[in-house]
């Protein structure tokens, strides 16, 4: 099609509007940093806060106490039934030989009493370390775990770990709804800036109208100019986005309060984010003329 081929033309043109029209491009342009950098900071929040919590969520371990009168092949059976559950990822045996060996290895007061302790008379139990893949379904499971013969206990932090499900569930829906809902403003606020740039130009587009140009060709030249608009309104948001979330690395040393909260790690996390405020910034500037074009000039 002819507008395609006149794309090269519309991008050089696109350039020339931006400054021929610059007081109503910078608030274009101005918009959409600020509305970035607000996004880039959701995001990066968000993606810390999901990888705190698939973090914790992998450090959860349902711990299975067995009677101390299993034998071994009784021991294999109830881990190949465990391992049969829904919800079930992992499970592993950590038998009462294992914590003696342990407990002796701390200590010599340790260790002179537990080598008076036999195989048969060892009072230690032996257990199950069990991952979930569903933590909001760990309650089910340990109920099934309970219910199984041999099984005399079974620790998993219960009330806290749900307590902590919901909090970071929480956190996940607002921070999505804040970089949803700034994409969104961000849209809104170029519609009406780049509504002001094509109000100053009605007579251009009225001429374009009268030489019998199509619609889509005089909606084109100005989608162009929203996607140049984006582009550059992303520049500032990408370059603050790298140099920010690196310092902010190297300042904190990769962690936040203690070694349990870990960043995430700049690379290639910042570029794919870059990445992304382009993506959105190029986007949000197309929608933000074509909307603008069609709702106020009827066209």
């Known amino acids: 099609m002819k507008v395609f081929r006149m794309i090269p033309v519309y991008i050089k043109d696109a350039f020339k509007s931006v400054f021929r029209n610059f007081s109503l491009s910078i608030a274009s342009i101005s918009c959409i940093i600020v509305t970035l950098l607000l996004v880039s900071v959701a995001i990066i929040l968000t993606i810390n806060v999901n990888n705190f919590a698939n973090k914790v969520k992998s450090d959860v371990t349902v711990v299975t106490f067995l009677d101390t009168s299993v034998s071994s092949e009784q021991l294999d059976e109830i881990k190949n039934n465990v391992e049969k559950l829904d919800n079930v990822e992992s499970v592993k045996i950590y038998t009462k030989q294992q914590k003696k060996d342990e407990m002796a290895a701390t200590n010599e007061t340790y260790k002179n009493i537990i080598s008076t302790w036999s195989d048969d008379n060892n009072p230690l139990s032996d257990e199950l370390l069990i991952k979930v893949e569903d933590l909001e379904k760990i309650k089910s499971t340990v109920d099934k775990i309970k219910a199984m013969e041999y099984v005399s206990n079974v620790k998993y932090g219960e009330g806290m770990v749900e307590q902590l ?122 929608i933000g003329s074509s909307r603008a074009v069609r709702k106020y000039l009827k066209i």
């Open 165 to 286: 499900v919901h909090v970071f569930k929480v956190v996940q829906n607002v921070t999505i709804g804040i970089v949803i809902g700034l994409i969104i403003v961000t849209a809104f606020l170029i519609t009406n800036t780049i509504k002001l740039t094509i109000y100053s130009r009605k007579r251009e587009i009225e001429i374009m109208r009268l030489v019998g140009a199509s619609n889509i060709t005089v909606k084109f030249p100005f989608i162009i100019e929203g996607l140049v608009l984006g582009i550059i309104g992303s520049i500032i948001p990408i370059a603050g986005t790298i140099w920010g979330y690196n310092t902010l690395y190297k300042y904190f040393g990769g962690q936040v309060f203690s070694p349990l909260v870990k960043l995430i790690k700049p690379t290639p996390f910042v570029y794919t984010l870059s990445l992304g405020l382009l993506a959105i910034g190029a986007l949000v500037g197309m």
